[in-house]
């Protein structure tokens, strides 16, 4: 796990904004709270709380209809960077969406990748990741 970035540092998300202009602002632990106007902003805000350590922030942006109980984050995986492969909906305007994603990362074992295709949908405002295909 890596430390937080200090607000005028790149967002670990890869988007190229500073970490205070991005993901900061969505992050439960580390920032505000505000409600992601995007599943991509949401995904990428995810991705940002997997590489900070922001378990609270995982946890409520994920779907009440298949979060887990409890969520523990390996403490050796190193989390590199992340692409958006491709997005479908999941707009200002849209109810649902689907990100395709590829998150690299480094173990004691050595460099791996993520690929996943994750759905996301939005209620009252907010967008939740529902579930994601591994591949």
Known sequence: ????????QRCPCGSGETFGGCCARYLLGLGQGEAAPTAEALMRSRYTAFVVGDVQHLL????????????????????LFLRIDSTKAGGPFDDTGVVEFTAVYRTPAGRGEQHEVSRFRRE??????????VG
């Open 1 to 8: 796990m890596q430390t937080r970035p200090d607000d005028d």
């Open 124 to 133: 009252a405002g907010r967008w939740y990741y529902v579930d994601g295909v």
């Open 60 to 79: 409520y942006t994920w779907d009440a209809s298949t979060r887990p109980g409890e969520l523990g984050l390996d403490e050796d995986t190193r989390w």
